[in-house]
């Protein structure tokens, strides 16, 4: 099974710039267009947050008119610059979304991995918050399938990456995901989103991934007096490979076209 994990595409209404310097739909345009192009193709593509940059419906309408070249199964959740009503009212025939309150959703344990979608955004603000109703979320659906390799997907990820500027929004009640977490062995991966920057870690024992943007780069500055700053670097996605045995694979897939195929060397 293959799992194309795009995250922070910023999206903005037609002929608007994101921060009025980078054109984030057609970057993410040619996200697509690069995913398009994999051989084999993606089984599903999941969005991990910050699918547009202001909450406007004009953006997710952005959001909508990208999606809809795509062939797989979509799935998302929202971030903190995501607005769940604006999100839910926009997205509901393209993304599985909820009635009402948080935008969890799961794949279902039909796929050899399950991909549970939590959203633990707080809406208003830019962090993170693992609360009661989230840990009680979450813990029903590992438990209805706790032999199934399964992948948590969450905006902002409940480490420390070092860049103090983007940690002071990190998620946070991070130790009620600790507590549950030794429950299942059978969660793969935790992915997120959040930092635009790909990093690798470990929480509880599980493998952590965050997955860049397709839009910008925050600076990878880790002084701890450092000013914030984003660059605009290559941008890329993540594709996860589940074989039905051994770990799962990611690959680190940069957006566009580049020199090659050329002899092996």
Same mark, same amino acid.
């Given at each position: 099974?293959?799992?194309?994990?795009?995250?922070?595409?910023?999206?903005? %209404?037609?002929?608007?710039?994101?921060?009025?310097?980078?054109?984030?739909?057609?970057?993410?345009?040619?996200?697509? %267009?690069?995913?398009?192009?994999?051989?084999?193709?993606?089984?599903?593509?999941?969005?991990?947050?910050?699918?547009?940059? @202001?909450?406007?419906?004009? %953006?997710?309408?952005?959001?909508?008119?990208?999606? +809809?070249? #795509?062939?797989?199964?979509?799935?998302?959740?929202?971030?903190?610059?995501? $607005?769940?009503?604006?999100?839910?009212?926009? #997205?509901?025939?393209?993304?599985?979304?909820?009635?009402?309150?948080?935008?969890?959703?799961?794949?279902?344990?039909?796929?050899?991995?399950?991909?549970?979608?939590?959203?633990?955004?707080?809406?208003?603000?830019?962090?993170?918050?693992?609360?009661?109703?989230?840990?009680?979320?979450?813990?029903?659906?590992?438990?209805?399938?706790?032999?199934?390799?399964?992948?948590?997907?969450?905006?902002?990820?409940?480490?420390?990456?070092?860049?103090?500027?983007?940690?002071? !929004?990190?998620? *946070?009640?991070?130790?009620?995901?600790?507590? #549950?977490?030794?429950? *299942?062995?059978?969660?793969?991966?935790?992915?997120?989103?959040?930092?635009?920057? +790909?990093?690798?870690?470990?929480?509880a024992g599980v493998p952590? =991934?965050?997955?860049?943007?397709?839009?910008?780069?925050?600076?990878?500055?880790?002084? @701890?007096?450092? $000013? /914030?700053?984003? !660059?605009?670097?290559?941008?890329?996605?993540?594709?996860?490979?589940?074989?039905?045995?051994?770990?799962?694979? =990611?690959?680190?897939? /940069?957006?566009g076209q580049h020199r090659?195929?050329?002899? !092996?060397?």
């Open positions: 099974m293959l799992i194309a994990h795009l995250s922070d595409p910023h999206l903005r %209404e037609a002929g608007v710039l994101y921060q009025g310097l980078v054109d984030s739909n057609a970057m993410f345009d040619r996200a697509l %267009e690069t995913l398009a192009a994999l051989d084999p193709a993606p089984d599903i593509v999941i969005i991990g947050g910050d699918l547009v940059d @202001e909450g406007r419906p004009a %953006e997710y309408a952005s959001v909508i008119k990208a999606l +809809s070249r #795509l062939r797989q199964p979509v799935f998302a959740i929202p971030g903190n610059h995501d $607005e769940r009503v604006a999100f839910r009212s926009a #997205l509901g025939d393209f993304v599985p979304v909820t009635d009402s309150g948080p935008l969890h959703f799961d794949t279902g344990t039909e796929r050899p991995v399950r991909i549970l979608g939590w959203d633990i955004t707080v809406p208003g603000d830019h962090h993170g918050q693992i609360d009661e109703d989230a840990i009680a979320w979450l813990e029903t659906r590992l438990a209805e399938a706790p032999d199934q390799p399964t992948a948590i997907l969450m905006h902002q990820p409940p480490v420390n990456t070092g860049i103090h500027f983007i940690d002071a !929004y990190r998620c *946070f009640g991070e130790s009620r995901l600790g507590a #549950l977490l030794p429950l *299942f062995p059978n969660v793969e991966r935790i992915l997120c989103g959040h930092v635009h920057r +790909s990093i690798q870690t470990r929480f952590l =991934t965050i997955a860049p943007s397709t839009s910008s780069s925050i600076a990878l500055r880790l002084a @701890e007096d450092a $000013e /914030p700053a984003s !660059y605009v670097e290559p941008p890329a996605f993540l594709l996860h490979d589940w074989r039905g045995h051994g770990p799962m694979v =990611t690959h680190w897939v /940069p957006v090659g195929p050329l002899p !092996y060397f």
